[in-house]
């Protein structure tokens, strides 16, 4: 990884923030590629100064949300560096919005789409499953959201009165032979059966079909599905700085 020094003279560099429900994600961009990333409870100015002093050659931002607004975290980052965007319905994007309520898309959602624009579908395994079809390079046409991982999880506990608190795991078996096995079993197959349907039904819809996951829970799924398929954890922050550019360059005055 280069040092801060150099990075400073020869380089212009991007920060892209991700603000989720319970984490802050963050990470560095040099030339499209992630130099370094990062996570913490809140975004504050021990953090970016933390994140300055390792690359000082960072000149612009982006920041997006789901947990409300971020007024003083923009603010932060525009006194500390000067350029920071704030993803938002109205902000010029290098895809089509195709959702009929543009304000209430999930901003990961629209970011992890803008940075999978070649693909044609982008399966997103997080608290959340979000199922997102997109069948040209310039349209997000949509997606289906269900339970996710630890959401099924926590129900199977917070909704009985004898059922245990289970985790994920890799062990593949079709049936499990006891409660914590049947559980575990239950919510990993279940899931990955759930994600074959939508691949099975998408198949002799699309041409070329490629599917990617992204996510924390996503390395669970890709030895489960029986399909070509790619992981990328890091989908939301390429989107992200790629939006970042795209603003920053002609093609958004186009």
């Known amino acids: 990884m280069p040092d801060g020094k ?5 380089s212009t560099m991007n920060l892209t923030i991700d603000m989720g429900n319970t984490r802050v994600k963050y990470a560095v961009f040099d030339g499209g590629t992630v130099v370094s990333d990062g996570c913490s ?38 006194r500390r560096i000067g350029r920071c965007l704030r993803l938002s319905p109205q902000l010029p994007l290098p895809i089509r919005n195709g959702y009929t309520t543009p304000e209430t898309l999930g901003e990961d959602r629209l970011a992890a789409a803008v940075g999978a624009a070649s693909l044609s579908i982008l ?3 997080k608290i959340h499953i979000h199922v997102t ?4 390079l310039f349209q ?10 630890q959401m099924r999880f926590r129900a199977l506990h917070d909704y009985t009165a004898a059922l245990p608190l289970c985790e994920s795991c890799e062990d593949q078996t079709l049936l499990g032979r006891s409660t914590v096995e049947a559980i575990r079993q239950g ?9 074959e349907g939508y691949i099975a039904r998408l198949f002799p819809q699309i041409e070329d079909l490629c599917v990617i996951f992204t996510g924390g829970d996503a390395n669970f799924f890709v030895k489960r599905i029986k399909n070509t398929i790619f992981a990328h954890c890091d989908l939301v922050f390429l989107g992200l700085n790629r939006i970042l550019e795209y603003n920053a360059s002609e093609e958004s005055r186009r």
């Open 187 to 195: 919510v990993m197959n279940g899931i990955a059966f759930e994600i």
């Open 6 to 10: 150099n990075e400073a003279k020869n």
């Open 133 to 136: 079809l997109r069948q040209s």
């Open 140 to 149: 997000y046409h949509g997606g289906n959201i269900s339970p996710g991982v």
């Open 41 to 78: 409870e809140e975004f504050d100015e021990a953090v970016i100064d933390r994140i300055l002093a390792a690359h000082p050659g960072i000149t612009q931002a982006i920041v997006a949300t789901t947990r409300g607004p971020v007024d003083d975290t923009v603010a932060l980052v525009r």
């Open 123 to 125: 399966l997103k395994i």
